[in-house]
């Protein structure tokens, strides 16, 4: 296949793709593809393709179909201390390498910074 037939069914796909994410709410993904002839394994392919290649120009890593699970333990310093029996309310949510991180407002920015940098290193 030459280049231009490869960017041809490129863009031709990511028209199909875009629009799919445009449906309306109450349409699963299921049933666009079938009122609008598009093949399920084939749409899921190139979905596939390009989360990957989205994933390569932010540098993240490719999702794998296994996943290892691995622990980072750190320290709290004794300035930042943890009320983890306060009712604390959730201002943010954090999501990266498949871990969520739900913050206040009282969090200590040292603490944040430390959590954030095991994150990026889970």
């Not at 863009?11 to 449906?23: H, M």
């Not at 049933?31 to 899921?44: F, H, P, S, T």
């Not at 290649?53 to 320290?75: K, N, R």
């Amino acid at each position: 296949m030459d280049q231009s037939t490869h960017d041809v069914r490129r863009a031709n796909w990511l028209n199909i793709i875009t629009e799919c994410q445009q449906r309306p709410v109450n349409v699963s993904v299921k049933q666009w593809l079938a009122d609008n002839g598009v093949k399920e394994k084939a749409y899921y392919y190139w979905l596939r393709k390009f989360r990957r290649e989205a994933c390569e120009q932010i540098q993240l890593p490719a999702v794998t179909t296994q996943a290892e699970v691995s622990f980072a333990e750190f320290h709290v310093p004794a300035s930042a201390p943890v009320n983890l029996t306060s009712a604390n309310h959730a201002v943010a949510a954090i999501r990266a390498n498949g871990i969520t991180l739900e913050v206040s407002n009282d969090i200590s920015e040292s603490l944040l910074r430390m959590l954030l940098q095991e994150v990026a290193h889970a």
